[in-house]
Antibody, heavy 126, light 111 residues
Framework: QVQLQESGPGLVKTSETLSLTCTVS????????WSWIRQPPGKGLEYIGYVYYTGSTDSIPSLKSRVTISLDTSKNQFSLTLSSVTTADTAVYYCARGLGYCNEGSCFPLSEFDHWGQGALVTVAS | QSALTQPPSASGSPGQSVTISCTGS?????????VSWYQQHPGKAPKRMIYEVSKRPSGVPDRFSGSKSGNTASLTVSGLQAEDEADYYCISYAGNDNLGVFGGGTKLTVL
């Protein structure tokens, strides 16, 4: 049974960097798009981005300049860093296993998530 | 990439059926059969209920079904039960160069 668990500080000061780690257990990290999704209090879900097991990454245009997603397969972990945070970045951050497909040697995310972590609330305040 | 459009709320009585729509465009929902639906209870992580428009993961009751017509996907919950009261979100694959965008979510109330 695949399990994901987020960890990291619950409080970050404005203009500083938010860092979260997701630890994966019960399966290898190969062939999946390891993703981050967030949910501001009382609002909907926002897909932030992913890292593929090869190390390739992508993120949504509105956050691309501030987001870094990386992975460490030896530790079965992947991470999110978000720089220059503001109060608008306050949210529950979920890590999730994303599914994808491969065609002619290239692999792409399907924006579909079959396993999720329980979520980590990160509050940004001065 | 624009968010998919869902009604903010839906409701039904126990035993009834309710359908939630998810409207996209010819670039996402209308172009691919990769729409998935997620159920989220308060304070809990989302759970995948439907994938590839109409497939159910193991363990999801067959009361949940999905379909698609043109640029609109739908989630139908039949035989409503109290535990179906939750928020529901859809998302669609939008091509190799785009990350999908979730719908705004629909709050399902069991009356």
């Amino acid at each position: 049974q695949v399990q994901l668990q987020e960890s990291g500080p619950g409080l970050v000061k404005t203009s500083e960097t938010l860092s979260l780690t997701c630890t994966v257990s019960g399966d290898s990290m190969f062939h999946y798009h390891w993703s981050w999704i967030r949910q501001p209090p009382g609002k909907g879900l926002e897909y932030i981005g992913y890292v593929y097991y090869t190390g390739s990454t992508d993120s949504i245009p509105s956050l691309k300049s501030r987001v870094t997603i990386s992975l460490d397969t030896s530790k079965n972990q992947f991470s999110l860093t978000l720089s220059s945070v503001t109060t608008a970045d306050t949210a529950v951050y979920y890590c999730a296993r994303g599914l994808g497909y491969c065609n002619e040697g290239s692999c792409f995310p399907l924006s579909e998530f079959d396993h999720w972590g329980q979520g980590a609330l990160v509050t940004v305040a001065s | 990439q624009s968010a998919l459009t869902q009604p903010p709320s839906a409701s039904g009585s126990p035993g009834q059926s309710v359908t939630i729509s998810c409207t996209g465009s010819s670039s996402d929902v209308g172009a691919y059969n990769y729409v998935s639906w997620y159920q989220q209870h308060p304070g809990k992580a989302p759970k995948r209920m439907i994938y590839e428009v109409s497939k159910r993961p193991s363990g999801v009751p067959d009361r949940f079904s999905g379909s698609k017509s043109g640029n609109t996907a739908s989630l139908t919950v039949s035989g409503l039960q109290a535990e179906d009261e939750a928020d529901y979100y859809c998302i669609s694959y939008a091509g190799n160069d785009n990350l999908g965008v979730f719908g705004g979510g629909t709050k399902l109330t069991v009356l």
